[in-house]
């Protein structure tokens, strides 16, 4: 038997209208919904245009369009059967599965209308993947635009069995930083309910697109691992986390190798500016990380390298299927050769490209609930 292989990445997408047919006809002019034109699809919050995308290539069927990335019209983002196949041929036991559309639900300026729009996504989740859930871990999407409907959507969601949920990677305009005591209620209840809080990149952000120029391409994507860096910053240096230590926070396709670097900065202006520091903390920086941060990886290998920091127990692999970045049709490959030339045990490997994940998230799968042999 081959080695247990959890995806802290993946996404499905979903049906056309749920954010715009399924709400309340008073609320469908705040919410999300999208346009097309000859070239492009046109998504809103509101009457705000929020992202704009060419028409997608992966809607050709033809086999060999490297659009497709081996799977044409992307059809494992909608078929659970056919994304199993894949997940069959890459090698893949279980994952966890984040939105789409639904990514962009933090745009929505409107109380009633993203709390409602939040609650589409969650139900129809649980219906995609009822019957599945050995295999997939249901990521709930939580309002923010009161934290008082995020702490009423966790209670719900912990009811009906989800483990997850996510928060902005970026805070959006008028919520409150991650380092402002308003959070308490949510960590509180993270911690209460033993939900992982996940920040999934780009998700707040109000251009997922800024930079146009040379290098765009390049340029937009990397950064997004800023916000995971801020995000983390704020929880960890404004003392929520410390408050809370059994709050799980996973950062998601924003890679995992700053994260070392992240803790031993801030180790180091703990110490250094220790008589400006406020709130005090009850440990370093790097032992609140090490204690409560995870963070998804697909590529990055210094994560790997430097685990001597941040320990091992918050590394957790993900493929980030169906998308172009990530590992997907070569997942194989990627997993095998993840620690070649690196010095790591047997039960470290195990631990990054399966275990941590599916612990982190109670998994219902034998690999996480028999003990090992």
Not at 6 to 16: I, N, Q, T, V
Not at 110 to 129: K, M
Not at 164 to 175: D, E, K, N, R, T
Request: aromatic fraction near 8%; glycine fraction near 8%; hydrophobic fraction near 40%.
């Amino acid at each position: 038997m081959g080695r247990f292989v959890f995806s802290g990445d993946g996404h499905l997408r979903e049906p056309k209208g749920l954010f715009s047919d399924g709400l309340p006809a008073s609320l469908r002019k705040f919410g999300i919904h999208t346009q097309r034109d000859d070239s492009h699809i046109m998504t809103f919050a509101g009457e705000k245009l929020v992202h704009r995308f060419p028409l997608r290539r992966e809607t050709t069927t033809d086999e060999n369009d490297p659009a497709n990335n081996g799977r044409p019209n992307a059809k494992g983002a909608i078929d659970l059967d056919a994304r199993i196949q894949d997940m069959t041929m890459e090698g893949i036991d279980a994952e966890i599965m984040f939105p789409t559309t639904g990514m962009l639900n933090y745009l929505i300026e409107d109380r009633e209308t993203e709390a409602a729009s939040a609650r589409l996504y969650n139900d129809w989740n649980t219906s995609f993947v009822s019957g599945h859930l050995d295999r997939f871990v249901r990521c709930g999407l939580l309002p923010v635009r009161s934290l008082d409907d995020t702490v009423a959507e966790m209670e719900r969601l912990a009811a009906m069995g989800f483990t997850a949920a996510m928060l902005p990677s970026q805070i959006p305009c008028g919520v409150p930083l991650y380092n402002d005591p308003a959070w308490d209620k949510v960590f509180d209840a993270a911690q209460r309910l033993e939900m992982v809080l996940t920040l999934h990149t780009a998700t707040g952000r109000p251009d997922l697109r800024p930079e146009a120029g040379p290098g765009g391409a390049i340029i937009n994507y990397t950064d997004q691992m800023r916000d995971a860096i801020q995000s983390i910053m704020y929880m960890v240096a404004g003392g929520t986390l410390d408050r809370f230590p059994g709050a799980k926070v996973m950062v998601v396709e924003s890679g995992a190798s700053w994260l070392a670097g992240l803790a031993e900065r801030m180790d180091e202006v703990a110490e250094g500016h220790a008589i400006f520091v406020r709130p005090k903390l009850s440990v370093k920086p790097s032992e609140i990380i090490k204690r409560q941060v995870y963070a998804s990886f697909q590529y990055d290998r210094a994560c790997i390298m430097s685990r001597s920091v941040t320990g091992h127990k918050g590394l957790v692999w993900g493929s980030d299927y169906p998308h172009h970045e990530g590992t997907f049709p070569d997942s194989r490959e990627v997993v095998g050769t993840l620690f070649d030339g690196i010095d790591i045990s047997e039960e470290e490997k195990a631990d990054i490209v399966g275990l941590n994940g599916a612990r982190l998230f109670r998994l219902p799968h034998p690999a996480v609930t028999q003990p090992a042999t």
